[in-house]
């Protein structure tokens, strides 16, 4: 078992190596909201060194208090947020481990007084000569910054054995296309040795995704058909209520393509689709991703579709339209929706398409992998009414409400033979203490403790890019006619549908559980038939098509129409608050959620409830001796 190997296996309470932590863009919008929030929850829970230090550099003058203030502001924001109160002792111990350092990214001087610095952290804080370089700058100055870094004699640490270590995380987007990953790895790896580096995704940072591979490869019961004999395709869904908000000069050269999907929604796809790793030393996981993302055949343009929004409501708030954001040109193209399909080459994936899709402004905020399984063989129940079967899925549901859930269906009660879809349900938040994270947490601890499995390696990133190419050349050739083309608020364009709709297939609804619920309690016809309500339900899908499409477009043309678009969304809320009140019984029968927060209540818990998920009992009554 390597180093790395045993660290990740073991228990996570013990404090990671002494280091210093070099920001690079203190005064930026990652430092502040993410990066020293998630130090400050890291010496919260005890994985922090106690021989730490913190240098942020940043150009401009700014004397130490001034830059602690600032943070101390946005960490309190962050605090509030999550509704907790600050704690004056993790902030008050990080805050005295923290310096600030004035200096230009292009500048060796700055480098050079650097690098006394952090001789001096290593004497007067016993950091040991370890040093994390934290790239938190926009990606045209990661190669300068490493190149510097060499310049000024501050990488080098003796190899991968020697006494001290020296690594860089370098943020996203790691290039813009194929050419430039691989022109910056070039150049990178002419500096650091590939051991060096961390090529951060924080997707992997959220315990969800990395569950995936605990629930894929852990259990023996989902693996024998995860596979094209048992899957009819698999939908990821990335959708963002956000909009760009002050980043709209970063994501005017960026785009939702670039942003999201070679990286986060690969991540999640690789975490999906990739082979089992002989162990979960991060060699053998990253070689196995690697191999899944290698595999997928190049995306060609006409299995992809962009969107842009105009302005709708979202969340039941007027929301602007992407041309009319601060920093967006009034007649911009730049995508902020994108939905494609794509095909892995491998025996495991043959025939299956991955349809994703993500996009900022959208009806609801939802991460979601959805597993649709095909339908059974053979229905032993003809002429029983029971010939219709309604699709099966397993939804690992990233963010929010974090969870998995299963969907099936199962025969109503009551005399009548009649199907009707019901879910299971594991939520996190039933089973576990959330520990404070924004996402960065386990990463940082990652990099300080010399464990790769979570970031990209050289090849991934260059095969991620590699499956998108096809892709940025078509749409740098076409300029698109119709943007706007999805009303904020909405689910995206109606092109979205259509790239789904050519297979036969359609999208989860963002509200999926509202859905369920609806179709699970609708009062059933007098004579029907199950097969005649799946008949009716079917062609109520069908046909939603163009009635959605003319939602959009007249939400999207119409400006003044605004107001009428919160109305909407308020009376919908308002009808469908009423719904839920008067399903509310019939949920819980279906779903028999015994909410065990507690290991006592736990135990005793509801008999359905040992039946759906007894696999995690035994970890959680495991946690509760611990603790
Ligand atoms: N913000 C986010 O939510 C996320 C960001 N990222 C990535 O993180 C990285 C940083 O993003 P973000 O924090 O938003 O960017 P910002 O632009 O907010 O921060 C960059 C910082 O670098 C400073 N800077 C710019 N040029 C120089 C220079 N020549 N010398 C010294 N300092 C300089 C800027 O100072 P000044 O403003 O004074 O010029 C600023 O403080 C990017 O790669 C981004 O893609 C990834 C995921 C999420
Ligand atoms: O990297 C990015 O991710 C965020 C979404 O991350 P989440 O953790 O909030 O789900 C996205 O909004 C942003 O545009 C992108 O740069």
């Not at 020293?36 to 700014?62: C, E, Q, W």
């Amino acid at each position: 078992m390597s180093q790395a190997q045993s660290k990740r296996v073991t228990s996570r309470a013990h404090p990671a190596d002494p280091c210093t932590v070099v920001i690079f863009g203190a005064a930026g919008d990652l430092t502040s909201r993410l990066v020293v929030p998630a130090l400050y929850n890291m010496r919260r829970t005890g994985l922090l060194s106690d021989n730490f230090s913190v240098i942020g550099f940043n150009h401009g003058k700014m004397a130490d208090n001034a830059w602690k203030k600032s943070l101390h502001t946005a960490l309190e924001r962050y605090v509030s947020n999550a509704g907790a109160k600050l704690d004056d002792d993790a902030w008050g111990w990080l805050s005295s481990q923290m310096s600030y350092h004035a200096g230009d990214f292009d500048d060796l001087s700055a480098f050079q007084s650097l690098a006394t610095k952090l001789k001096d952290a290593e004497r007067r804080r016993g950091t040991q000569g370890n040093v994390l370089f934290y790239l938190a700058t926009p990606e045209r100055f990661f190669g300068d910054v490493i190149e510097q870094l060499k310049n000024a004699g501050l990488v080098d640490d003796g190899g991968a054995e020697g006494r001290f270590w020296r690594r860089v995380i370098i943020e996203k987007p790691f290039g813009h296309d194929l050419a430039s990953a691989h022109a910056l790895n070039e150049r990178i790896l002419k500096v650091l040795r590939e051991d060096q580096i961390y090529r951060i995704d924080h997707f992997l940072g959220k315990e969800t995704v990395q569950n995936i591979m605990a629930f894929r490869f852990a259990n023996g019961l989902f693996e024998p058909i995860w596979n094209r004999d048992r899957i009819d395709h698999v939908q990821i869904t990335v959708a963002e209520t956000v909009g760009v908000e002050r980043r709209g000069s970063f994501y005017e050269q960026t785009g939702a393509l670039r942003d999201m999907v070679p990286n986060h929604l690969f991540q999640l796809l690789a975490m999906v689709a990739m082979e089992p790793p002989t162990s979960f030393d991060a060699e053998a996981v990253r070689t196995r991703k690697a191999e899944t993302i290698e595999a997928i055949r190049p995306i060609q343009p006409e299995d992809a579709v962009r969107g842009q929004y105009g302005p709708g409501a979202v969340n039941n708030e007027l929301a602007t339209s992407y041309r009319d954001e601060p920093n967006v040109a009034p007649d911009s193209v730049t995508e902020t929706f994108v939905a494609l399909k794509l095909s892995i080459d491998t025996w495991r994936w043959s025939g299956v398409p991955f349809y994703l899709r993500t996009g900022k402004h959208m009806g609801r905020r939802t991460t979601e992998i959805a597993i649709r399984f095909k339908s059974a063989p053979f229905a032993p129940f003809r002429g029983t009414g029971m010939d219709a079967f309604g699709p099966d899925w397993l939804v690992l549901q990233i963010q929010p409400d974090e969870g998995i859930s299963l969907q099936f269906d199962v025969k109503r009660p009551g005399p009548r033979v009649e199907l009707a879809p019901v879910r299971m349900d594991f939520k996190y938040a039933d089973w576990f203490r959330a520990e404070p994270n924004v996402g960065y947490e386990t990463l940082l601890y990652d990099c300080m403790t010399g464990d790769a499995t979570l970031f990209q390696r050289a090849d991934m990133v260059e095969a991620c890019w590699r499956a998108v190419q096809p892709i940025l050349d078509d749409w740098a050739q076409r300029t698109p006619a119709d943007f706007p083309n999805y009303a904020s608020g909405s689910a995206g364009p109606a092109s979205a549908d259509t790239l789904l709709a050519l297979g036969g297939r359609s999208w989860r609804p963002l509200n999926s559980a509202a859905e369920l619920n609806a179709r699970r309690t609708a009062k059933p016809k007098v004579d029907a038939s199950a097969s005649a309500e799946k008949k009716a339900a079917a062609s109520k899908t069908t046909k939603r098509a163009p009635a959605r499409k003319s939602t959009r477009a007249a939400a999207t043309k119409a400006a003044p129409a605004r107001k009428a678009a919160v109305k909407k969304v308020a009376a919908k809320k308002a009808v469908a608050k009423k719904a839920a009140a008067k399903k509310a019984p019939a949920r819980k029968v279906a779903v028999t959620k015994a909410p065990v927060k507690k290991v006592a209540a736990a135990r005793k818990a509801a008999p359905v409830k040992k039946a759906s998920v007894t696999v995690k009992k035994t970890t959680v009554a495991k946690r509760a001796r611990k603790k």
